[in-house]
């Protein structure tokens, strides 16, 4: 049963141009939601984040949308480079006591030159 | 410097054996896990430790054990491994104060892929 579910499993962009992750979750409580970035034989490595009571939150050319309404959060990137070529995970917790990160499962982005 | 290092990276072996995982963090972190990102590459937490002491245990197999000696280290032992624990183990550690900040709240190591012939 995902709680967190990213449906594209890739995505192909050419480079300077705009690239759109998505991820829809299932339960209104999650506090905080951060996407990840990972490249082959590495760990995933945090990117940025946005908690519930905002709707966006941006750094550099990552930002992060967020609608509740819709338990739908995207990341854009622009522009997009080649070596922002990994895969993005999307992942929630629910505050203070979770110790809990939830992951989806992930979508890989090519950013083609 | 690595801040969460895991060893070995690769780990072949035979159905039926005992091995084990080990990781260790420099980041003066007081919480460590262990993921497992299978063939469907969903990253799903295993175990976790806060100060040494467990403090989530998903449904794991009993032949699965992490033992956590101090806070800086969190190694997992697997019993009798079987064709389905060919997985990719991560191992993470972060600082309970960022949990209640929305900020980065995992640093994960680089993990340790896992065969089982």
């Known amino acids: 049963d995902q709680q967190v579910k990213q449906n594209s499993p890739s995505l192909s962009v050419q480079e300077g141009r705009i690239s759109i992750l998505n991820c829809d979750y299932t339960?209104?409580?999650?506090?905080?939601f951060l996407w990840y970035k990972k490249y082959p034989a590495e760990g995933p490595t945090f990117l940025i984040s946005i908690s519930s009571i905002k709707d966006k939150n941006e750094d550099g050319r990552f930002t992060v949308f967020l609608n509740k309404s819709a338990k739908h959060l995207s990341l854009h990137i622009v522009p997009s480079q080649p070596g922002d070529s990994a895969v993005y995970f999307c992942a929630v917790y629910s505050g203070a006591g979770s110790y809990q990160l939830t992951f989806g499962k992930g979508t890989k982005l090519s950013v083609i030159p | 410097d690595t801040a969460v290092s895991q060893t070995p990276k690769y780990l072949v072996t035979q159905m039926g054996n005992d091995k084990s995982i080990k990781c260790e963090q420099n980041l003066g972190h007081d919480t460590m896990y262990w993921y497992k990102q299978d063939s469907k590459k969903f990253l799903k937490i295993m175990f976790s430790y806060n100060n040494k002491e467990l403090i989530i245990n998903e449904t794991v197999p009993n032949r699965f054990s992490p033992k956590s000696p101090d806070k800086a280290h969190l190694n997992l032992h697997i019993n009798s491994l079987e064709l389905g624990d060919s997985a990719v183990y991560f191992c993470?550690?972060?600082?309970?104060?960022?949990?209640?900040?929305?900020?980065?709240?995992?640093?994960f190591g680089a993990g340790s892929r896992l065969t089982v012939l």
């Open positions: 993470a550690s972060s600082d309970t104060s960022g949990w209640n900040s929305g900020a980065n709240v995992l640093t």
């Open positions: 339960n209104s409580m999650f506090d905080y």
